[in-house]
């Protein structure tokens, strides 16, 4: 697998590339993780898919660009220059903030996308009265960092209950923990973006890629509600429930949201 920096629109962007000949599934990750949090998905599918996934500007292993914050409108426009060249249109996979870019590329570029698999993730602006609690939060990361007293508190946001709880998962909640410490003060501009971004409830009926919705049922950052805006608006888009699952589904619940995409997959390849 080739992993490094790429020069993107003026940003090193760090992309993996499992290579190969097969169909394209590019993933696109959340606020707070990397292409990381797709580590089981990629491993699962990489010997029948060639699979691209990158950590977004001012996240993870890439660059943190300058400026107050870096949009949604920002990241699209890095995964459209990242997927343009591959000759092929790809199967799109986005989680909350990585599914904010998948639905806009799938709606003003179709042609760059052949299926879309949304994770946690939503079409309206942030709630108004998510925006205190979580700019709190971004001040706090970004005049100390995110230290292990933030990432206690973050956690709960992230993560079901149910799996916070099972003693049996101790080792993948540190995992997660961890994870969330590795990022760098400058998050914030990451944070803030998408706390600013637009909604693109108007965009949604102009997607026309086989499209599967899929819901961590224990997510307290998007709920069910806000997420079946896209089962209303995306036309003839399917749903699949993956329990004791939060926002992190692909590391709460790996070996189910694994069989969801494989199912999707199937049904487009």
């Known amino acids: 697998m080739a992993g490094g920096i790429r020069q993107i629109r003026g940003c090193g962007i760090w992309v993996e590339d499992t290579g190969g000949d097969g169909?394209?599934?590019?993933?696109?990750?959340?606020?707070?993780?990397?292409a990381e949090m797709y580590r089981p998905?990629?491993?699962?599918?990489?010997?029948?898919?060639?699979?691209?996934?990158?950590?977004?500007r001012g996240?993870?292993?890439?660059?943190?660009?300058?400026?107050?914050?870096?949009t949604i409108e920002e990241v699209t426009s890095d995964a459209v220059e990242l997927l343009e060249p591959l000759g092929q249109p790809v199967h799109f996979v986005g989680?909350?903030?990585?599914?904010?870019?998948?639905?806009?590329?799938?709606?003003r570029r179709p042609e760059l996308v052949k299926s879309l698999a949304l994770l946690d993730t939503a079409p309206d602006p942030e709630p108004p009265e998510n925006l205190p609690k979580y700019g709190r939060l971004m001040w706090m990361a970004r005049i100390f960092g995110v230290t292990g007293f933030l990432a206690d508190k973050v956690l709960p946001i992230m993560c079901a209950d149910s799996f916070?709880?099972?003693?049996?998962?101790?080792?993948?909640?540190?995992?997660?923990?961890?994870?969330?410490?590795q990022n760098r003060r400058t998050i914030y501009k990451a944070v803030?973006?998408?706390?600013?971004?637009?909604?693109?409830?108007?965009?949604?009926?102009?997607?026309t890629a086989p499209t599967t919705l899929i819901f961590g049922t224990g997510d307290k950052a998007i709920v069910r509600e806000r997420m079946q805006l896209l089962?209303?608006?995306?036309?003839?888009?399917?749903?699949?429930?993956v329990p004791d699952a939060g926002h992190t589904s692909t590391l709460e619940q790996p070996a189910l949201v694994t069989a969801a995409l494989r199912e999707?997959?199937?049904a487009v390849v």
């Open 23 to 34: 169909p394209i599934v590019a993933m696109s990750h959340g606020l707070l993780w990397s």
């Open 41 to 56: 998905q990629i491993e699962a599918l990489k010997s029948e898919f060639r699979v691209i996934a990158w950590d977004h």
């Open 59 to 70: 996240q993870g292993r890439s660059e943190v660009p300058s400026g107050r914050s870096v």
């Open 95 to 107: 989680l909350s903030m990585g599914g904010f870019v998948g639905m806009r590329i799938a709606a």
């Open 164 to 181: 916070l709880s099972d003693p049996s998962r101790k080792a993948d909640v540190d995992a997660l923990h961890a994870m969330l410490r």
């Open 192 to 207: 803030r973006g998408v706390l600013e971004r637009e909604p693109v409830i108007d965009e949604l009926a102009r997607i």
């Open 231 to 241: 089962a209303t608006h995306v036309p003839h888009a399917k749903w699949v429930d």
């Open 264 to 266: 999707h997959l199937a």
